[in-house]
């Protein structure tokens, strides 16, 4: 990203070529250094003298742009190796996104990349742009000169990287630096992000994402840099193939886009789903800092925007700014009597431009106000440019809040705005504008946001391995209630007091009537689905009708093979069933879950997940982020849960997976919150894994 001097192998005066294009752009930007064309034929290439190969210049390269036939690339990786360059951008196309061959041409290439300890951006990709006046390097055939900024976007995407860079001028928004990653045969958005994270004049960064090559790493690194700097990431590929085949509830509801979703917020990624909203976000950081709270006042010359804008701020999550007796005071002795100077503060259609000033310096002053929109529609003939370099001189003087402003007028508006400096993020809508304070405020949180880690608990790991071990020797790869409840005990989840019962009226007798008789197969997974779950049972008596009906039942349907008898638990009163569970995700590791449970779970769906393992925060975040939340804090005079040990369950869970990372679905389903005292009771459990009895030998050990 900054070379003193670079080639370009490939260069070309053929027009409408890449290696002529790059060319023009590293000539036409101002690029600092010196430029050697590397061409076989052209003694001269765009006024410069050209050379045959990189070994021909004599002269030390820093950075090596190739731009030919993917057949050749190879070669030219090693002549660079011998010039002793250590870093290429390869635009060629050709590789593993052609097929098999494609594939192995890659791999080639990696390998060698590694062996020479030589860094690439590419394969297929459009190239680094550095906006950095002491470079001025575009290395990239977008159409566009690059426009200065603040930005460190990274594009999987040539083409649509490619299309944004040429764009944004007319977004008000310019950037840093530029790197389209292609084939991510090196540098990905991990190398990016951990490139950036001191780059003092990348002050935000921007991401296209298809795939995430390494969540484990990438975690890492963005939990580092979002502490410091927003990531704003936009990730393609939502849709959820695959889940339908899974047996749990958890893993039914999961999906690739939920690992990647989750991981997201697990780092302080502030995740958008459409380009607009992408580059809406980008323009607010770029022109507003993160403020010190989430108190919203709105300024505005119309009563219906300031209300859909006041309803926007309430739906996000914030607050509307109290403003203080004195700031009242101070707005009534200038505006008019039929304005109103509560938030939000309504101007009336008559204000001057005058009084757009006067109040926005009035209410910035209150320090009860952490941001201000600022909302104008064309009345009486107040020009929409004059309000906004009103704003914006107004800003310059009041840099530590965030103001955006709402300018419901003609097109041209913006269009103007494109063609001069501007220090406040303009919007045609509140929505938009409120969309971003919120995407502030998210920002602060997240730095705010305690530091923690995965604590780690006093389990007993050696009964674990014993049921599994067990269980795998059964040529079974999932665990009866009665196993799936013993490892949950073991990792200290409290579950209802039970027992196999042998001898089911004795038991029931010890622990005490009412009590829930349950199915416990070797095959059976969803007991419900086979009447296998006998609630509310009274006496001996009953039991035994239960009992021998369930057993009648079960041989009707042919179902009595696995049959292991049932279990004996003591009935646990609530009407609060929570959901809470783990599935594994290829790629991004196990997942778990939390949220409203019983028989429903899969129809309201109202569950979250997040990534394993899990800290302190993450487990505080995933149980507030559900509607349910507001059944656990105690709805219509119930017992509060004891939110710590429903914490506490989710980050035994966690250790658990993380311990055996050979389980493929955890359920716990129904997790009652008592009645009693609050605390989560693990009533059912289901553990599914995928290893033979070896590969689990050999795991444990």
């Not at 990786?77 to 011998?82: A, F, L, S, T, V």
């Not at 900024?149 to 995407?157: A, L, N, T």
């Not at 009447?531 to 049972?537: A, D, K, L, P």
């Given at each position: 990203?900054?070379?003193?001097?670079?080639a370009?192998?490939?260069?070309?005066?053929?027009?409408?070529?890449?290696?002529?294009?790059?060319?023009?752009?590293?000539?036409?930007?101002?690029?600092?250094?010196?430029?050697?064309?590397?061409?076989p034929?052209?003694?001269?290439i765009?006024?410069?003298?050209?050379?045959?190969?990189?070994?021909?210049?004599?002269?030390?390269?820093?950075?090596?742009?190739?731009?030919?036939?993917?057949?050749?690339v190879?070669?030219?990786?090693?002549?660079?190796?011998?010039k002793?360059i250590?870093?290429?951008?390869?635009?060629?196309?050709?590789?593993?996104?052609?097929?098999?061959?494609?594939?192995?041409?890659?791999?080639?290439?990696?390998?060698?990349?590694?062996?020479?300890?030589?860094?690439?951006?590419?394969?297929?990709?459009?190239?680094?742009?550095?906006?950095d006046?002491?470079?001025?390097?575009?290395?990239?055939?977008?159409?566009?000169?690059?426009?200065r900024?603040?930005?460190?976007?990274?594009?999987?995407?040539g083409?649509?990287?490619?299309?944004?860079?040429?764009?944004?001028?007319?977004?008000n928004?310019?950037?840093?630096?530029?790197?389209?990653?292609?084939?991510q045969a090196?540098?990905?958005?991990?190398?990016?992000?951990?490139?950036?994270?001191?780059?003092?004049?990348?002050?935000?960064?921007?991401?296209?994402?298809?795939?995430?090559?390494?969540?484990?790493?990438?975690?890492?690194?963005?939990?580092?840099?979002?502490?410091?700097?927003?990531?704003?990431?936009?990730k393609?590929?939502?849709?959820?193939?695959?889940?339908?085949?899974?047996?749990?509830?958890?893993?039914?509801?999961?999906?690739?886009?939920?690992?990647?979703?989750?991981?997201?917020?697990?780092?302080?990624?502030?995740?958008?789903?459409?380009?607009?909203?992408?580059?809406?976000?980008?323009?607010?950081?770029?022109?507003c800092?993160?403020?010190?709270?989430?108190?919203v006042?709105?300024?505005?010359?119309?009563?219906?925007?300031?209300?859909?804008?006041?309803?926007?701020?309430?739906e996000?999550?914030?607050?509307?700014?109290?403003?203080?007796?004195?700031?009242?005071?101070?707005?009534?002795?200038?505006?008019?009597?039929?304005?109103?100077?509560?938030?939000?503060?309504?101007?009336?259609?008559?204000?001057?431009l005058?009084?757009?000033?006067?109040?926005?310096?009035?209410v910035?002053?209150?320090d009860s106000?952490d941001?201000?929109?600022?909302?104008?529609?064309?009345?009486?003939?107040?020009?929409?440019?004059?309000?906004?370099?009103?704003?914006?001189?107004?800003?310059?003087?009041?840099?530590?809040?965030?103001?955006?402003?709402?300018?419901?007028?003609?097109?041209?508006?913006?269009?103007?705005?494109?063609?001069?400096?501007?220090?406040?993020?303009?919007?045609?809508?509140a929505?938009?504008?409120?969309?971003?304070?919120?995407?502030l405020?998210q920002q602060?949180?997240?730095?705010?946001?305690?530091?923690?880690?995965a604590?780690?608990?006093?389990?007993?790991?050696?009964?674990?391995?014993?049921?599994?071990?067990?269980?795998?020797?059964?040529?079974?790869n999932?665990?009866?209630?009665?196993?799936?409840?013993?490892?949950?005990?073991?990792?200290g989840?409290?579950?209802?007091?039970?027992?196999?019962?042998a001898?089911?009226?004795?038991?029931?007798?010890?622990?005490?009537?009412p009590v829930?008789?349950?199915?416990?197969?070797?095959?059976?997974?969803?007991?419900?689905?086979v009447?296998?779950?006998?609630?509310?049972?009274k006496?001996?008596?009953q039991?035994?009708?239960?009992?021998?009906?369930?057993?009648?039942?079960?041989?009707?349907?042919?179902?009595?093979?696995?049959?292991?008898?049932?279990?004996i638990?003591?009935?646990?009163?609530?009407?609060?069933?929570?959901?809470?569970?783990?599935?594994?995700?290829?790629?991004?590791?196990?997942?778990?879950?939390?949220?409203?449970?019983?028989?429903?779970?899969e129809?309201?769906?109202?569950?979250?997940?997040?990534?394993?393992?899990?800290?302190?925060?993450?487990?505080?975040?995933?149980?507030r982020?559900?509607?349910?939340y507001?059944l656990?804090?105690?709805?219509?005079?119930?017992?509060?849960?004891?939110?710590?040990?429903?914490?506490?369950?989710?980050?035994?869970?966690?250790?658990?997976?993380?311990?055996?990372?050979f389980?493929?679905?955890?359920?716990?389903?129904?997790?009652?919150i008592?009645?009693?005292?609050?605390?989560?009771?693990?009533?059912?459990?289901?553990?599914?894994?995928?290893?033979?009895e070896?590969?689990?030998?050999?795991?444990?050990?």
């Open positions: 990203m900054r070379p003193r001097n670079l370009v192998v490939g260069a070309s005066n053929k027009e409408h070529t890449i290696g002529s294009d790059i060319m023009k752009r590293l000539l036409e930007y101002g690029y600092t250094g010196k430029i050697f064309p590397i061409n034929k052209d003694s001269v765009h006024t410069l003298p050209a050379y045959k190969t990189v070994l021909d210049v004599p002269e030390e390269i820093d950075m090596a742009v190739i731009v030919i036939n993917a057949k050749y190879l070669s030219a990786i090693d002549q660079c190796h011998e002793g250590k870093g290429v951008v390869v635009i060629s196309a050709g590789f593993k996104e052609t097929g098999k061959e494609g594939a192995e041409l890659e791999a080639e290439l990696v390998r060698k990349l590694k062996e020479y300890d030589m860094t690439c951006v590419g394969p297929n990709c459009l190239g680094v742009v550095n906006t006046p002491a470079y001025r390097l575009d290395a990239c055939f977008a159409e566009s000169l690059p426009v900024g603040d930005i460190g976007f990274v594009s999987q995407s083409a649509l990287g490619g299309g944004i860079l040429n764009i944004l001028k007319d977004l928004l310019g950037f840093a630096q530029f790197i389209s990653i292609g084939n090196d540098v990905n958005s991990d190398s990016a992000i951990e490139y950036w994270e001191n780059i003092d004049d990348v002050k935000q960064i921007l991401l296209y994402m298809e795939s995430i090559a390494d969540p484990t790493r990438f975690r890492t690194l963005a939990t580092r840099t979002t502490k410091k700097k927003p990531i704003i990431a936009l393609a590929g939502r849709s959820a193939a695959g889940a339908s085949a899974a047996s749990s509830h958890t893993g039914s509801l999961a999906g690739a886009d939920k690992a990647a979703d989750a991981l997201l917020k697990q780092s302080g990624v502030i995740r958008e789903f459409s380009l607009e909203d992408l580059f809406n976000t980008a323009k607010v950081f770029s022109h800092p993160v403020p010190k709270g989430n108190r006042a709105i300024v505005t010359n119309s009563g219906g925007p300031g209300i859909m804008a006041t309803d926007a701020v309430c996000k999550g914030m607050q509307m700014a109290q403003l203080k007796d004195e700031t009242k005071a101070a707005l009534r002795a200038f505006l008019p009597a039929a304005a109103s100077v509560k938030n939000p503060v309504d101007m009336i259609a008559s204000a001057p005058e009084h757009y000033k006067k109040t926005l310096e009035t910035l002053a209150d106000v941001m201000v929109v600022v909302i104008y529609l064309p009345f009486l003939g107040l020009k929409d440019i004059d309000v906004a370099n009103a704003v914006m001189e107004i800003k310059a003087q009041h840099p530590e809040k965030p103001i955006v402003g709402v300018f419901m007028t003609q097109n041209e508006f913006f269009s103007h705005l494109s063609d001069i400096e501007v220090n406040v993020p303009f919007f045609m809508f929505e938009q504008a409120v969309d971003g304070l919120a995407r405020n602060r949180l997240w730095i705010e946001r305690p530091n923690t880690t604590p780690r608990f006093d389990v007993d790991t050696e009964l674990v391995e014993t049921i599994f071990k067990n269980v795998a020797a059964d040529n079974r999932q665990l009866t209630t009665g196993e799936s409840l013993q490892v949950l005990s073991a990792y989840i409290r579950v209802c007091r039970d027992g196999e019962a001898a089911a009226v004795a038991l029931a007798d010890k622990i005490g009537y829930v008789m349950k199915l416990n197969s070797k095959k059976i997974s969803h007991k419900t689905d009447g296998g779950v006998r609630v509310g049972i006496d001996a008596t039991l035994r009708a239960e009992f021998n009906d369930l057993v009648s039942k079960l041989t009707e349907k042919g179902l009595m093979d696995g049959f292991e008898g049932v279990i638990q003591e009935m646990v009163k609530s009407d609060r069933e929570m959901v809470c569970g783990c599935a594994k995700d290829p790629q991004y590791g196990p997942m778990m879950m939390f949220g409203l449970g019983g028989v429903f779970v129809v309201m769906k109202d569950v979250t997940f997040r990534l394993a393992p899990l800290n302190v925060e993450d487990a505080k975040d995933m149980i982020s559900v509607k349910a507001k656990l804090e105690g709805a219509r005079g119930a017992v509060p849960a004891q939110m710590n040990k429903v914490e506490e369950t989710l980050l035994r869970l966690s250790q658990l997976v993380e311990d055996f990372g389980i493929e679905e955890l359920d716990i389903n129904p997790l009652m008592s009645d009693k005292d609050g605390e989560p009771i693990a009533v059912d459990g289901r553990i599914k894994f995928t290893l033979t070896a590969l689990v030998a050999s795991a444990l050990t």
